[in-house]
């Protein structure tokens, strides 16, 4: 199975929403806002029904594992939306988010929260984020299958110039970490676009060992 990251979510225990990455979004419509504002109510809502201070760590589902991590001094919960099966480095991942977060909200402008996701707006915060993701997920690929993308379709389709690219050079025999290393881009992001195309039937993808 693809290792995926799908989302990133860093909320106050209000559910206000300071920063939001989908790397492969289990819904386009869902309003990452209202995702937030519902992960904090589910906190919130444990606490009183088992009248204990202690935080929810995770919500598992057959499809996806949620998982928490709070800081109580800043009142600021870090959420990562993963495959259940990465459990394991997505604890430690998010760890590390949390504490990148504890960093940059040290001394942050009060009057910044007025802003919309207003994490985004720190120069190079996005590349650090991307940059802690980005270490446990190629660290997990080399225990995985070797995934292979299988082109289906090629008339009468439209794609953006990087998924182009990308189906350039599909040629049922190079991988997806191959394919990565071809264009110099992040194993995860190829994945995704290929996670975009297979979900619009213009790929399929193998495993093998």
């Known amino acids: 199975m693809l290792i995926v990251i799908h989302n990133v979510y860093m909320y106050r225990d209000s559910g206000e929403l300071l920063y939001h990455e989908d790397y492969h979004s289990i819904s386009q419509e869902v309003d990452p806002v209202v995702v937030s504002g519902f992960f904090s109510a589910i906190q919130s809502f ?33 959420a990562l939306v993963v495959d259940p099966e990465d459990r394991k480095w ?38 650090e984020v991307d940059k802690i993701i980005r270490q446990f997920v190629d660290k997990a690929i080399s225990q995985k299958k070797k995934v292979i993308p299988i082109l289906l379709k090629k008339d009468n389709i439209k794609v953006s110039l990087e ?12 991988s997806i970490s191959e394919i990565a290393d071809l264009l110099n881009l992040l194993y995860f992001r190829v994945m995704m676009i290929c996670l975009d195309l297979k979900k619009r039937g213009i790929i399929d993808t193998k495993e093998i060992f």
């Open 90 to 127: 997505a604890g430690t991942a998010i760890l590390q988010l949390l504490k990148l977060v504890k960093e940059k909200l040290r001394g942050f402008p009060e009057s910044l929260f007025i802003t919309e996701l207003p994490l985004k707006s720190l120069k190079g915060f996005d590349e």
């Open 46 to 78: 444990g606490k009183t029904m088992t009248g204990d201070e202690s935080d929810i760590k995770e919500i598992d589902t057959e499809k996806f594992l949620i998982t928490f991590s709070r800081d109580p001094d800043f009142g600021v919960t870090v």
């Open 163 to 174: 998924q182009s690219q990308i189906l350039n050079l599909v040629d049922g025999e190079r």
